[in-house]
């Protein structure tokens, strides 16, 4: 019956592709960079071109207006009460160009080549935005109307923090109801390798200072007496690790939720460390040392220094004891972990290890994002892992992400429904960089998988 | 006999006093800053000015052109090769004078307020050579000639490191022959506290690069992966010593030939804690734990971070791992010490702490200067030692200097002569600072002591 139905897409998507790729190519041509102010206009058009395409989809179409850039939302109830509802998150803003000297075609002037589309937002969020449409019309196509019931969510504002859609969601609760949530923003890890994303990292910020004087002093008349605050610091840092790569923060494992048995052993944790050193000229020694590369950076917390700066540090030589010195903390969370309760426990452990004579002062960030895990056995992963299975052919994989997306939780909660973290994009599309792009394959199968996911919700 | 010389030179010095504040004032106004190209006719026009001043005091006077800003030698050996010879060394040239805007009057106009004139140099180094001068002055008045051979060195790039005089050393030796060498840029603990300075630390600098990827990465997806370049920075840099202050670099300790008991029990080891934190808003915690603030800074070696830099340090927040970090480091040493032997176990330590997977670089920097002591017992010290006491009515104590003066060294050694470390400056006199000022009061007693001290010598 699947098979079935995936020919009938397979044969419609064919028909419509070379359209579809020109409409794409209009969808990608929207310079709609949320962080810079003088492209408002261009967001705001590119959500009219969007929202007109939602509207020819028979969604009933709302702009929530917002201090920051529009926010789509369309719904299709039609299916009826007796269907589940699905819940659906793309973005249309996109992250700015520079430096704009290394595209090697402008990044907002789509160009195909090998098989790949090049432009600004190919794939995040444009690319898996766009399939996603593909897949509705095609369900519109194969079965009349929606099998279930449709809400999708287009934000504009992801690339800057999604501030304008978390400030308005408590008030939107009623319209965002669903059962499922699907975050269609992730990837695979390899361009055959079907997988579905099991969770992010949640993740809390802060700085620290460290003052030993009020003014720079001489390390000549000085040193020796004052307490050097780089000293200060660099021993303060150091002692939030220990060698094996452990954290030795107070606390800092104790709210950990383990992956279990079962899911550890579905994951996709092969690492290519030959490739790796290529791509990036690192060496994966990082972290926690008896574990393997891929579950540290997916299952275990982190607490990296971002940036450190004091003294002097142009050219040349200049010796001074700084009066201060500065870093940039941030830590990856894993789910159980409460945010501001690991900042708490990392600012303590720092300022017990201050010296004697020096000050220091931790501000940990309020803004801040708790980790977010699915449930492999929920109906939502098990319909799409079904349908990554079906037009790919393989045995479905899963991964977890590294990074934070801290708007999932909050939206999973606003519309009561349960997380699917879904996606096509591959390490290497330059997301964020120049020269980035999306595979035409991907946009397919992305169609495919998506309209065949919808359709297995329906069966609950 | 001293006492009637004494009052022989009060008494000479009362009666040009007046002209002698206006002289100074003239050598005070050149803008002779060495650092700035554009000052480079100011420095000439200085030297032309003290030379004129030199050779009217019967020196046969010697500009010695090298690639930078003339050195000016003056030789005066009519007391006969019975008499012992003193080289003297001052410079004519100052620092820059930024941040202008917080100089209460301008830093080449003088202005006498509440018996300081404030000006740029006005105690490093123009107050203390000026004294010199009117010293000399005064010695001609009362013995006719000078009672010993006097050798005379005023460069002009004392504050950018003596690298033409030090160049040029080698090609006069034989000019520069004396017994001693006066050193004439120093200080005292205290306005009425007279004291001789036993030595000058020497420094090594270097600096330290550590590399974990080719390029930027995201915290998100890489860290626990990856092995921040920070985190071994920081790892390696607090591996250099311990919770007592104490360096822990193999080896650093080993060549340091520690102050006897008897040098020990004759310095002046008062450390005024309140003052240092009104002063400098630091509490003296810094070095080794168990000794006493000055010990720390005069007699033992340290090694401090003068910079350290990596990954985002700007406003807000960014989740990089750098692909890089680095440090700048310099070891202020004493004597016994070899200042590259002590870079390269510096450097052979850091090196030695590396986390696997990143890479290390330390560059020692060639520019170096081994520590100075003088022999408190020798016939200089003791000569100067008697005319500090006779002009300030009071017991004379030893200091030292924490900071480095790289030239001393290498002056002493071409002239075989023994070290005198002499002057008045204080640690509130802004030298280097905006508001540079020096007193009145010192300039008269600086041309009694130097008058005095050289009067001694002659009784060897």
Redesign the interface.
Known sequence: MQSTLLEQLKELYGQSEENALDEFQTFLSFPSISSEKEYSTHLLECADWLMERMESLGFKTHIWETSGHPILFGEDLSAGPDKPTLLIYNHYDVQPVDPLELWESPPFEPSIRNGQIYARGAQDNKGQCFYVMQALRLLKKTHGQFPINIKWLIEGEEETGSEALEAILTQKRQELQADHLAIVDLGIPGPEIPAITLGT?G?I?MDVTVS????D????????????P??A???M???C?D?EGNITVPGFYDDVSPLGENEKGMLYLEFDEKG?LQA?????????RRLT??E??WT?P?L??????????GDG???????Q????L?C?LVPGQDPQKVGKLVADHLKSLA????EVVVNV?PGSGSACRSDISSKGVQAFSKAYEEVFGKEVRYTY????IPIINALAEASGSEVILLGLGL?DDYM?APNEHFGIDRLKKGALIMALGIDHLQKE
Not at 212 to 215: E, M
């Open positions: 990292r993740i910020t030993g004087s009020s003014t002093l001489h390390s000549g008349s000085h040193g020796g007496i004052v307490f050097n780089i000293h610091l660099v021993q840092l150091s002692g690790r060698l790796y990036f000229g690192a060496n994966p020694t990082g972290g926690e590369p891929l540290r950076a275990r982190t990296e220094i971002n940036g450190i700066n004091g003294g002097y540090t030589f200049k010796t001074v004891i700084p009066a010195a500065s870093a940039k941030s990856r010296p004697e004579g020096v960030h992400e590294g990074g934070s390490a964020h």
